[in-house]
């Protein structure tokens, strides 16, 4: 019986077919007007400034300042949103929760651990995340600085070591000759205030470009409130038509609530979650028909610090406070051997220590700090930490 129906609605679509070509034959050959209408193209920008392929097979995306302003990015969670492949969490409007299920960005799935530690994040190639527990803290990530962003969606150690993905902010830079200035102050829902500036010129073989922003928000409910703080600035110099050099140097201090699930209890949230970081980098670069490459050398500090969160003592509450720092040199050469063929060689010599101390309400206090100097040979890639091991000593110091 339903092969009958099935036979029977095949036939009657055939005869309709049948019908509507024959009409439109019937106007063509009487000469009736038949309408035609103009082809509509449709183009619209790209969440994206593209996806980059380099003669390793790598893939990096990236995203430039103008999209930024298009996406009306204030931090580098909305920066990133619409990027394929990459999705993100966080509890405010302004500010991204350092601890527990927060603020976090993942790509294809990595991130998503907790700390995150799969991901790194860098500010002009140098490291900008907590050393203590090896996972990236997003508010350190201040993309008023970026001319663009970029993200390696794989592990690609030709040009990092210890991550299956990175997202590195690019400083911007004046490239042509002139002055720019730029402010912008906007209010929104929650009492959000966005106010930056900032300024650029390039003039006798100098360039330059500093700024800074300030976002608030009292939050879209109770304790969901945030403010982000920063300031950068880059100098840079041609000495001939090959070498440049280049000073660069950021600062940022932020903070973000945790409102907790909605509807529970208000002793269940988190607590505060405080950020402050400075970094510089120097960079030394040449380009050479043939040959290209750079020396950098960086140093990065900074804090995060978890407060008023729960401790597994019933009505004690308890202070996390986390130091990193970071310093190191990183060189690069990229020789090409002609018909297609080149040679791409690197050394990085890095260094990082960090500490945290724990405090509680009934007065107890824990803390352990350790160095991590990393030194590699050519060839080789650094390792910053291991996350395993650092765990293991972190609960043996408790044991004691």
């Not at 049948?18 to 082809?39: C, K, M, Y």
């Not at 903070?255 to 269940?268: I, L, Q, R, S």
């Not at 610090?305 to 406070?321: A, I, K, M």
């Not at 130091?323 to 791409?344: M, T, W």
Request: net charge negative; charged share 25%; aromatic share 10%.
């Amino acid at each position: 019986m339903r092969a009958h129906r099935i036979g029977f609605c095949l036939a009657l679509l055939t005869v309709l077919l049948s019908g509507w070509t024959s009409l439109l034959a019937n106007a063509q050959d009487e000469g009736e007007p038949v309408t035609r209408l103009e082809p509509i193209w449709v183009t619209a920008r790209p969440i994206i400034e593209g996806n980059r392929r380099d003669d390793y097979g790598s893939v990096t995306t990236v995203i430039t300042e103008e999209q930024l302003d298009d996406l009306n990015a204030q931090d580098i969670e909305t920066a990133l949103r619409q990027t394929p492949g990459v999705n993100m969490s966080r509890f405010n409007p302004v500010g991204s929760f350092g601890g527990a299920e927060g603020g976090g960005v993942f790509i294809r799935g990595m991130g998503s651990s907790r700390p995150g530690a799969e991901i790194k994040t860098l500010v002009d190639g140098a490291p900008m995340f907590m050393s203590v527990w090896n996972h990236p803290l997003l508010d350190l990530m201040a993309i008023d600085s970026a001319r663009s962003i970029e993200v390696f969606k794989s592990p690609q150690p030709q040009y990092f070591g210890n991550a299956f993905g990175v997202i590195n902010i690019v400083p911007k830079r004046k490239t042509d000759e002139g002055y720019t200035t730029k402010t912008q102050v906007a209010f929104g829902s929650y009492d959000t205030i966005v106010a930056k500036a900032e300024h650029g010129g390039k003039t006798s073989g100098w360039n330059y470009y500093m700024g800074g922003g300030y976002r608030t928000s009292d939050g879209h409910r109770d304790n969901s409130d945030g403010e982000l703080d920063n300031a950068y600035g880059r100098l840079g110099r041609q000495l001939n038509d090959n070498w440049d050099v280049s000073l660069f140097a950021m600062w940022n201090d932020n903070y973000a609530n945790d409102p907790g699930a909605e509807g529970a209890d208000p002793d269940a949230r988190e607590g505060r979650y405080e950020t402050r970081a400075v970094l510089s980098t120097l960079t030394l670069s040449h380009d050479y028909e043939r040959f290209s490459g750079e020396i950098k050398g960086y140093r990065s500090s900074g804090e995060g610090d978890w407060l008023d969160q729960p401790s597994d003592t019933e009505g004690v509450r308890e202070d996390l406070y986390n130091d990193f720092l970071y310093y190191g040199i990183k060189v690069k050469e990229n020789v090409k051997l002609g018909h297609g063929a080149e040679f791409l060689m690197g050394l990085d010599w890095d260094y990082t220590e960090g500490d945290y101390t724990q405090e509680y309400s009934d007065g107890r206090s824990d803390a352990l700090a350790f160095p991590r100097p990393l030194q590699t040979e050519p060839g080789w890639i650094p390792c910053i930490l291991d996350q395993r091991q650092f765990t293991g000593t972190q609960d043996r110091y408790r044991e004691q």
